[in-house]
């Protein structure tokens, strides 16, 4: 099979072995992909990454052992791998063992071939009404609502997306129906258009003005969502929030951030890391067309066109680019 090889900020197009399902595993032939954020920050060198990278896809079932039934089901797939052992296992939560495998990121090859495989107990098949372009989005959208299962939303929350990338622009449209009247902010006009169109609440900002663009809302929001994606992000964040407010840091940099320590103690502010969702719940969303994800697709390849596509998903205000497969 044809795969793409990610090494010391290098891709390459190489030909490997299909992978082999062994024991409550599935091998699966993808049909598209989603470019995500991560993807560029592991290219930049963000976690040491060597391997077959990619995490957001939808995929056929092309051999299941033990699982016959599962053979052609179009799937989406839980990227936490545990070792089934340990106590986080056991709560059915693998994202927090210590041993844990992540697809595409950390010592599992990937959906950027034309096969991968994964454990059948993480597959989750997709309704006939969603189509696949749709269906690529159910990783980040999980992302996205896991918020909402790890902090009590309201509808009266004064409430800040801050970020109008991927992750920041789906999140927004998701959390909507949680608190109608939360505020996305962000740099791009045609991005927050797109979000306002959906209904939600926008702000565009300066982007050279740094915190002075966000001086009058000073310690406004009950809660800000952290999703820049930039380092100074969660100082910007605790700028916005107020005292006792709660702060999520959704997204992740190759780059440190520094912490204000004593604002953090002072202020009380509770900060609060979030990563994968439900998938079950994100296709729930999905089918019931609760968010339009179509116009926030801003291209789509072919494999072969792997580089011009992973250029295209790191320019400046990108939206979502995709991967198709023949």
Not at 264 to 276: A, D, F, K, M
Request: glycine content about 10%; hydrophobic content about 45%.
């Amino acid at each position: 099979m044809k795969a793409i090889f990610l090494e010391d900020r290098t891709f390459s197009t190489v030909n490997r072995p299909k992978p082999r399902a062994g024991r409550g595993e599935a091998l699966l032939r993808v049909v598209r992909a989603g470019i995500c954020n991560t993807d560029l920050e592991l290219y930049r060198g963000y976690y040491g990454f060597r391997g077959v990278p990619g995490h957001e896809f939808v995929a056929r079932v092309e051999a299941a052992p033990g699982r016959p039934d599962m053979v052609g089901r179009r799937v989406v797939v839980d990227i936490n791998i545990g070792c089934g052992r340990c106590e986080w296992c056991e709560r059915d939560d693998p994202r927090h063992c210590r041993e844990r495998r992540v697809i595409g990121i950390k010592d599992w090859d990937g959906c950027f071939a034309e096969y991968v495989k994964a454990p059948v107990a993480g597959l989750h098949p997709v309704p006939e009404s969603v189509p696949d372009e749709v269906a690529v989005f159910a990783e980040p959208l999980a992302a996205a609502l896991e918020i909402g299962q790890q902090v009590h939303l309201t509808a009266n929350l004064k409430m800040a997306i801050l970020g109008d990338g991927k992750l920041g622009l789906l999140t927004a449209l998701a959390l909507r129906f949680f608190n109608p009247g939360l505020t996305l902010i962000g740099r791009h006009g045609r991005k927050l258009a797109l979000a306002e169109a959906q209904g939600v609440r926008v702000h565009r900002v300066d982007p050279k003005a740094g915190l002075r663009a966000l001086e009058a809302w000073t310690g406004c929001f009950d809660l800000v969502v952290e999703a820049t994606g930039r380092p100074e992000g969660l100082a910007q964040a605790m700028h916005l929030v107020r005292p006792e407010g709660v702060i999520v840091a959704k997204t992740t940099s190759h780059e440190s951030s520094a912490i204000d320590l004593a604002a953090l103690v002072v202020n009380e502010y509770t900060l609060v890391g979030s990563r994968c969702g439900d998938m079950a719940l994100a296709l729930f969303f999905l089918q019931q067309q609760r968010i339009d994800v179509a116009p926030l697709i801003e291209a789509a390849y072919p494999f072969q066109d792997f580089e011009t596509a992973f250029e295209h998903a790191g320019r400046p205000g990108a939206m979502k680019v995709q991967i198709f497969f023949d």
